[in-house]
């Protein structure tokens, strides 16, 4: 399957690159080559579309929400208008439960809105990835490192990058798939 893959370079991007490497016909656009989605003007068809590029962050959203409304709502735009007739896995995030809290919970919400009116496309609502080396940051890298900034009484859903690649290779060649869908455990944890 020849297979596009958005924000190949990110955390979940480089596991799913080098998950499917070996059995698709991959090509990547991330920013940490220069590549913005805003700006890129895409010529090539493809069967499948992994859109994964995007800003995450809750606390860091609130500091810029017109970035992460850019980021995620507006090149998600770009890409379900020009790739209409192609289905896209897009990341979603499990924040989408609750958009009106913050701007990144509310970008994915409306994310999710873009992507049922333009075609058969499947979001990837992310719970609380997690792995050995977490993304630089985020939660569970303050947490292993002693860095948490706040304390909470919130539960979260961790699941781990292998688990993310296994639901997103299983999820390839499920086309009667639309709409959304929890990427999770399923075993919340209180923090």
């Keep these: 399957m020849k297979i596009l893959i958005t924000g190949h370079k990110g955390f979940i991007g480089s596991a799913i690159w080098n998950r499917l490497k070996d059995s698709h016909q991959l090509f990547g656009i991330d920013k940490k080559d220069g590549n913005d989605i805003l700006d890129y003007v895409f010529k090539d068809d493809y069967d499948l579309i992994i859109h994964l590029a995007g800003l995450s962050g809750v606390r860091e959203s609130i500091k810029d929400p017109s970035a992460y409304w850019f980021n995620n709502v507006e090149a998600g735009r770009k890409l379900f208008e020009r790739y209409k007739d192609t289905r896209i896995l897009y990341a979603s995030s499990s924040t989408v439960y609750e958009p009106h809290l913050n701007p990144y919970a509310a970008s994915k919400y409306m994310l999710e809105e873009l992507a049922a009116c333009h075609g058969e496309n499947l979001g990837l609502r992310f719970h609380t990835v997690w792995s050995e080396k977490p993304r630089k940051g985020m939660f569970v890298d303050k947490l292993l490192n002693g860095n948490l900034?706040?304390?909470?009484?919130?539960?979260?859903?961790?699941?781990?990058?292998?688990?993310?690649?296994?639901?997103?290779?299983?999820?390839l060649d499920k086309d009667y798939l639309k709409g959304y869908i929890d990427i999770g455990s399923g075993m919340p944890v209180k923090i």
């Design 149 to 171: 900034e706040y304390v909470t009484n919130h539960y979260r859903d961790f699941v781990h990058i292998e688990d993310v690649c296994d639901a997103i290779e299983i999820l």
